[in-house]
C-alpha cells in the first residue's frame, strides 16, 4: 500500500497561553497521528498560531502567524485541506472579530478549492442574527461537520444543514493522553503560594477559576465555600490557572480572601506558568475532585476519571455536565458557598462511587473523541 502524504492548516485560538485551547491543538495533532498510523495517510500539519515560534516549539510542527494574511493564504494555498476548531470559535459573546475571522479563513479554503473540516466546534452563543447565513453559507460548503454538544448540531440544523450532515461528538481534549514521561505527583510535592515546597497526603482540590462578574461575587462565593470545606476537612487546594497571566491573577484573588488555613491543617498552592496542556493534565489527574469555572478544566477532570464540580459562566458548562450526566454546583450569578462545600466534601467521601456509575460514560467519551480524525483521514485517503 503507497502512503501519501497530506498537509492539513490546522485554524483556532492557539497560541495564547491559554491551557485548554491548546489541549485542543494538542488532542487534534495527536488523534490525527495516530490514526494515520492505522492508515495509508500521513499528515503534515501547518498551524495557524497567534505565537509561531511557540507552537512549533511545544509541539514540532511548521506554524504561521494568523494574523499575516498573505502567509495564511500560502499555507492553504499548499495544502490539501483545512481543519478548523476545536474549541468555542464561532460565538460573538466575547466580541465581534472571532467569528469573521474563522469563517474568513474556512472561506478563503474553499475558495482556494480546499477540503474544508470543521473538527469538534462548540457553536455559539451567535446573539447577531447578521451571522447566522455566512455561517449556514460556510459550512454548508464544508466535507465535514463535527460538534461538541448537541446545543450546536440544533442551533446549524436550524440554519438548514441537515441532520446527517452533523457528527456531534465529545469534545477533542477528552482523547488527550498523559505525557509519556510522568511528572511527580502533585499529592506528594507542590508548591504554595509563596514558592516554598508543600509536602502533603492530603487530599488534592483543582481549582480553576477566571474573573467573570464585575463585582467577583462568584469568586467571593468560592472562596467561602473553600473555607466552609476546609472548615471541616483537612484540603490541599491546588489553584490551576488556565489562561495565563489573567487565570492567575483570579487565582490569587481568592486565595487572598482564604487567608491562612494552615490552622486548620489545610494547604494552598498554585501552578507557575504552566502552559503545556499535557503537564497541566497531569496536575488534573493527581487531583481528587476538581473545581472548574474554566470548561477544560472540568474536560482534563472528567478525562482522567476525576470527579468535576462545574461553576457555570456560559452554557458550554451545563452541556458538558449534562454529557456526564451531572449538573453544575451552580452559576456565577448565583452561587452558594455551603452547597459548593457539601458537594466538594460529598464527592470526597463517596469517590468510589461516582467512578462506578460514570466510569464507563467516560471511556466511550474518550473514544468517541477520535471520530473526527478518523473521518478526515479517511476522506483524505480516498481523495488521494
Same mark, same amino acid.
Given at each position: 500500500?503507497?502512503?501519501?502524504?497530506?498537509?492539513?492548516?490546522?485554524?483556532?485560538?492557539?497560541?495564547?497561553?491559554?491551557?485548554?485551547?491548546?489541549?485542543?491543538?494538542?488532542?487534534?495533532?495527536?488523534?490525527?497521528?495516530?490514526?494515520?498510523?492505522?492508515?495509508?495517510?500521513?499528515?503534515?500539519? %501547518?498551524?495557524?498560531?497567534?505565537?509561531?515560534?511557540?507552537?512549533?516549539?511545544?509541539?514540532?510542527?511548521?506554524?504561521? +502567524?494568523?494574523?499575516?494574511?498573505? =502567509?495564511?493564504?500560502?499555507?492553504? @494555498?499548499?495544502?490539501?485541506?483545512?481543519?478548523?476548531?476545536?474549541?468555542?470559535?464561532?460565538?460573538?459573546?466575547?466580541?465581534? /472579530?472571532?467569528?469573521?475571522?474563522? !469563517?474568513?479563513?474556512?472561506?478563503?479554503?474553499?475558495?482556494? /478549492?480546499?477540503?474544508?473540516?470543521?473538527?469538534?466546534?462548540?457553536?455559539?452563543?451567535?446573539?447577531?442574527?447578521?451571522?447566522?447565513?455566512?455561517?449556514?453559507?460556510?459550512?454548508?460548503?464544508?466535507?465535514?461537520?463535527?460538534?461538541?454538544?448537541?446545543?450546536?448540531?440544533?442551533?446549524?440544523?436550524? !440554519?438548514?444543514?441537515?441532520?446527517?450532515?452533523?457528527?456531534?461528538?465529545?469534545?477533542?481534549?477528552?482523547?488527550?493522553?498523559?505525557?509519556?514521561? /510522568?511528572?511527580?505527583?502533585?499529592?506528594?510535592?507542590?508548591?504554595?503560594?509563596?514558592?516554598?515546597?508543600? +509536602?502533603?497526603?492530603?487530599?488534592?482540590?483543582?481549582?480553576?477559576?477566571?474573573?467573570?462578574?464585575?463585582?467577583?461575587?462568584?469568586?467571593?462565593? %468560592?472562596?467561602?465555600?473553600? @473555607?466552609?470545606?476546609?472548615?471541616?476537612?483537612?484540603?490541599? !487546594?491546588?489553584?490551576?490557572?488556565?489562561?495565563?497571566? %489573567?487565570?492567575?491573577?483570579?487565582?490569587?484573588?481568592?486565595?487572598?480572601?482564604?487567608?491562612?488555613?494552615?490552622?486548620?491543617?489545610?494547604?494552598?498552592?498554585?501552578? /507557575?506558568?504552566?502552559?503545556?496542556?499535557? !503537564?497541566?493534565?497531569? =496536575?488534573?489527574?493527581?487531583?481528587?475532585?476538581?473545581?472548574?469555572?474554566?470548561?477544560?478544566?472540568?474536560?482534563?477532570?472528567?478525562?482522567?476519571?476525576?470527579?468535576?464540580?462545574?461553576?457555570?459562566?456560559?452554557?458550554?458548562?451545563?452541556?458538558?455536565?449534562?454529557?456526564?450526566?451531572?449538573?453544575?454546583?451552580?452559576?456565577?450569578?448565583?452561587?452558594?458557598?455551603?452547597?459548593?462545600?457539601?458537594?466538594?466534601?460529598?464527592?470526597?467521601?463517596?469517590?468510589?462511587?461516582?467512578?462506578?456509575?460514570?466510569?464507563?460514560?467516560?471511556?466511550?467519551?474518550?473514544?468517541?473523541?477520535?471520530?473526527?480524525?478518523?473521518?478526515? %483521514?479517511?476522506?483524505?485517503?480516498?481523495?488521494?
Amino acid at each position: 500500500m503507497v502512503t501519501t502524504s497530506q498537509k492539513l492548516v490546522i485554524s483556532g485560538y492557539y497560541g495564547f497561553r491559554n491551557s485548554g485551547d491548546e489541549a485542543v491543538l494538542k488532542s487534534i495533532l495527536t488523534a490525527l497521528e495516530e490514526e494515520s498510523h492505522r492508515s495509508n495517510v500521513t499528515i503534515e500539519p %501547518i498551524v495557524l498560531s497567534g505565537d509561531p515560534e511557540s507552537t512549533t516549539s511545544m509541539y514540532g510542527v511548521r506554524s504561521v +502567524h494568523r494574523m499575516k494574511l498573505k =502567509e495564511v493564504r500560502e499555507a492553504i @494555498k499548499e495544502s490539501d485541506g483545512l481543519i478548523s476548531g476545536g474549541g468555542s470559535l464561532l460565538q460573538d459573546a466575547t466580541g465581534l /472579530k472571532s467569528i469573521p475571522y474563522y !469563517l474568513g479563513v474556512i472561506k478563503l479554503a474553499q475558495w482556494l /478549492k480546499k477540503p474544508t473540516f470543521i473538527y469538534a466546534q462548540g457553536i455559539g452563543p451567535v446573539n447577531r442574527k447578521i451571522f447566522n447565513p455566512m455561517i449556514r453559507s460556510v459550512f454548508k460548503a464544508c466535507n465535514y461537520v463535527s460538534v461538541r454538544d448537541e446545543q450546536s448540531a440544533e442551533y446549524l440544523r436550524g !440554519l438548514g444543514l441537515q441532520w446527517n450532515q452533523i457528527h456531534v461528538v465529545p469534545d477533542p481534549v477528552m482523547g488527550l493522553p498523559l505525557p509519556e514521561a /510522568k511528572v511527580e505527583e502533585v499529592s506528594s510535592v507542590a508548591v504554595n503560594a509563596q514558592g516554598a515546597s508543600v +509536602h502533603t497526603k492530603l487530599p488534592v482540590i483543582g481549582v480553576s477559576v477566571r474573573f467573570w462578574e464585575s463585582d467577583r461575587k462568584e469568586l467571593t462565593a %468560592i472562596a467561602a465555600g473553600l @473555607k466552609k470545606l476546609c472548615s471541616k476537612k483537612a484540603v490541599h !487546594l491546588r489553584f490551576m490557572p488556565f489562561h495565563l497571566p %489573567i487565570d492567575e491573577q483570579a487565582s490569587r484573588f481568592v486565595m487572598e480572601m482564604l487567608g491562612d488555613l494552615g490552622n486548620k491543617g489545610s494547604e494552598v498552592s498554585i501552578t /507557575k506558568d504552566l502552559t503545556d496542556p499535557q !503537564l497541566m493534565l497531569q =496536575e488534573v489527574s493527581n487531583c481528587d475532585v476538581v473545581i472548574g469555572m474554566r470548561l477544560h478544566s472540568l474536560i482534563y477532570a472528567a478525562s482522567q476519571y476525576v470527579p468535576p464540580v462545574g461553576i457555570s459562566y456560559d452554557p458550554k458548562i451545563d452541556q458538558f455536565m449534562l454529557r456526564l450526566d451531572s449538573e453544575t454546583v451552580g452559576s456565577t450569578d448565583a452561587l452558594d458557598g455551603d452547597k459548593l462545600a457539601k458537594t466538594v466534601a460529598n464527592l470526597l467521601d463517596q469517590r468510589s462511587q461516582w467512578l462506578k456509575e460514570h466510569e464507563e460514560g467516560i471511556t466511550e467519551l474518550k473514544q468517541e473523541a477520535k471520530v473526527p480524525a478518523q473521518q478526515i %483521514i479517511k476522506y483524505l485517503g480516498r481523495k488521494g
